[in-house]
């Protein structure tokens, strides 16, 4: 798509609008009588049928003016981000509750998490379209690493790596607290506090770092996976930022279903697989090895199908896993009531 610079700035522009509505209506950051509040699973739910309205009447808009390539590109790279913020979602889940976050301050720390992700997103498509335009074989290089975080991300799942992890001794958290003194409780939402002439660090500036730092961990794995369906800079950036905005009143929705998505890993990791192999194709035809591409239209159907199938299959086995417990349970009654 040749996008004009004014169009640029007036979608930026927007995105920028909408977060400051969120944060005036969701926040009251002018009501201190009031205080912060904590998000409820109704106004979540409302908020994100809004976000995703958004984006889904904004691909609309890419389809009738961009055309149809670009409106597949756009949803397909819709539907990979949306999918990789609900993995997202399950680390912010244990690292919230690794810093015992007062769940009244939660949406805030989110919202920050959301700012940083959406910086450090833009700059990485903006030295991805550069490292793109410059090298055309960087297609080889993501691709392998996309099928590597694939196989990663399964074996992480496997394993228990994840849950293992102890969010709350980072590289940076543990770098911050060797030059300042870090309070035990927290302060409100103050990011610092002065106590008897000195100033100490709370706690809510070690969970804005550490959700920094994930935010750019993240970025290296979702930047590579929308560039394998799509160059255009203005669809990475879109998709991406559409897919981040609503992230936090997701979270408040899908907290309560995080332990029911447990096939979830093993869809993100057969997309991640699926792209790279998508990029690897992409790259050999293009340096005119004769072998065949995969369209867009048929990346968009596999992504949905894979999330749809990983998300049904996950609630399924929900059902049934409570189902056997239900039943052992029973059974143990019954035994305990013959026995006495």
């Known amino acids: 798509m040749n996008v ?97 976050v007062p769940k009244k301050y939660q949406h805030e720390v989110l919202l920050v998490g959301i700012v940083i992700a959406l910086v450090m997103r833009g700059l990485f498509i903006v030295l991805g379209a550069q490292v793109i335009n410059a090298w055309s074989e960087v297609f080889y290089l993501f691709g392998a690493f996309l099928i590597y975080t694939g196989y990663k991300i399964v074996r992480d799942h496997v394993k228990g790596e994840e849950e293992e992890k102890d969010f709350t001794q980072t590289p940076v958290v543990r770098l911050v607290k060797r030059f300042w003194p870090v309070t035990k409780d927290y302060h409100g939402s103050s990011l610092t506090v002065k106590i008897d002439g000195r100033r100490h660090i709370t706690p809510m500036l070690l969970v804005i770092l550490a959700i920094g730092v994930i935010d750019l961990v993240f970025a290296v794995d979702s930047i590579p996976a929308i560039f394998g369906l799509t160059q255009d800079a203005y669809i990475v950036f879109t998709a991406n930022a559409f897919a981040l905005l609503g992230l936090r009143q997701l979270y408040f929705l899908l907290a309560g279903l995080m332990d029911r998505l447990s096939y979830i890993s093993w869809g993100l990791s057969l997309i991640m697989v699926f792209i ?56 143990a009654k019954e035994r305990n009531d013959e026995t006495s």
Do not use: C
Not at 293 to 315: Q, W
């Open 4 to 100: 004009p610079l004014w169009l640029w700035a007036a979608t930026i522009g927007g995105m920028i609008a909408i977060l400051v509505i969120d944060l005036a209506i969701v926040d009251h950051p002018w009501n201190k009588k009031k205080g912060p509040q904590e998000f409820g699973v109704k106004q979540a739910a409302w908020w994100a049928a809004f976000y995703i309205g958004i984006a889904i009447v904004f691909g609309i808009g890419v389809w009738y003016y961009g055309g149809a390539t670009a409106g597949a590109e756009y949803f397909a790279g819709f539907v990979t981000e949306k999918s990789l913020s609900v993995d997202n979602l399950f680390v912010f889940y244990l690292l919230l509750g690794a810093f015992s």
């Open 276 to 331: 790279g192999v998508k990029m690897i194709l992409h790259a050999l035809h293009e340096n005119g090895v004769h072998v065949p591409e995969i369209g867009i239209g048929l990346s968009l159907t596999v992504i949905i199908g894979i999330m749809a199938v990983t998300i049904v299959g996950s609630l399924v086995k929900s059902r049934a896993d409570k189902r056997e417990v239900a039943r052992v349970e029973a059974g």
